[in-house]
């Protein structure tokens, strides 16, 4: 079962636009992470914030995390044609042997 | 290349058929995932080593599916009796050794297509 759901499930936007994506997911927390999926491809880990953390930065990309909503949000600022690609949010819930929950992703496409 | 490598990237096969997928993860890994991916979904867990040990299995694992690790680097995953519903993408990740926080890394996966 999937316990993230990313919203929007599509997003279409201009080069130079920021891209906004939101997650929300159900049970505590360790951890939230980020990752990029281009078309067919792994999954390539972006950035991961701890439950006890509120904002995280790292390049173009800004996320953060209110566990009290059960949510998070990816920015990417100044957003490029590569940044096209699918984006989820996987969460690493206590008690568990590390394996992540993902949700369905966001795919966002970048034009130039 | 020092990343997680699968192999094979791409397997045809019929129904009924049995398949196999090799997973070789970041050398001082400790910890390996497979996941399940299928089409527009996330990729949803499967089954989890830490070293030789499947400490993990995910319900969607079922009796036609076996994972083993021997040694405690390489894994392999094998679907016996392949169903058209196993068409997915087959995806092994691997962490190293670590308390909390545990920030996985992905192979490209095994795209299986059963006809």
């Known amino acids: 079962s999937q316990q993230g759901e990313e919203d929007p499930q599509a997003l279409s936007i201009q080069e130079g636009e920021n891209a906004t994506m939101n997650c929300s997911y159900k049970?505590?927390?360790?951890?939230l992470q980020w990752y990029r999926q281009n078309s067919g491809r792994g999954l390539v880990h972006l950035i991961l914030i701890r439950s006890n953390e509120r904002e995280k930065h790292s390049g173009r990309l800004r996320v953060t995390l209110d566990t009290s909503k059960k949510s998070s949000s990816l920015l990417i600022t100044a957003s490029r044609a590569a940044d096209t690609a699918s984006y989820f949010c996987a969460t690493d819930a206590p008690g568990s042997q590390g394996n992540l929950i993902f949700g369905k992703g966001t795919k966002l496409s970048v034009k130039p | 290349d020092t990343g997680v490598s699968q192999d094979p990237r791409h397997k045809i096969t019929k129904r009924g058929q049995n398949v196999t997928f090799r997973c070789d993860p970041i050398?001082?890994?400790?910890?390996l995932y497979w996941y399940r991916q299928t089409l527009g979904q996330g990729p949803e867990f499967l089954t989890y080593f830490q070293n030789e040990a499947q400490l993990e299995k995910s319900r969607l694992l079922s009796d036609r599916f076996s994972a083993e690790r021997p040694k405690g680097s390489f894994s392999t995953l094998e679907i016996q009796r392949t169903e058209q519903g196993d068409s997915a993408m087959y995806l092994c990740?691997?962490?190293?050794?670590?308390?909390?926080?545990?920030?996985?890394?992905f192979g490209p996966g095994t795209r299986l297509t059963v006809l």
């Open positions: 990740a691997s962490s190293p050794p670590s308390g909390l926080y545990n920030e996985q890394f």
């Open positions: 050398s001082e890994h400790n910890r």
């Open positions: 049970t505590s927390i360790n951890n």
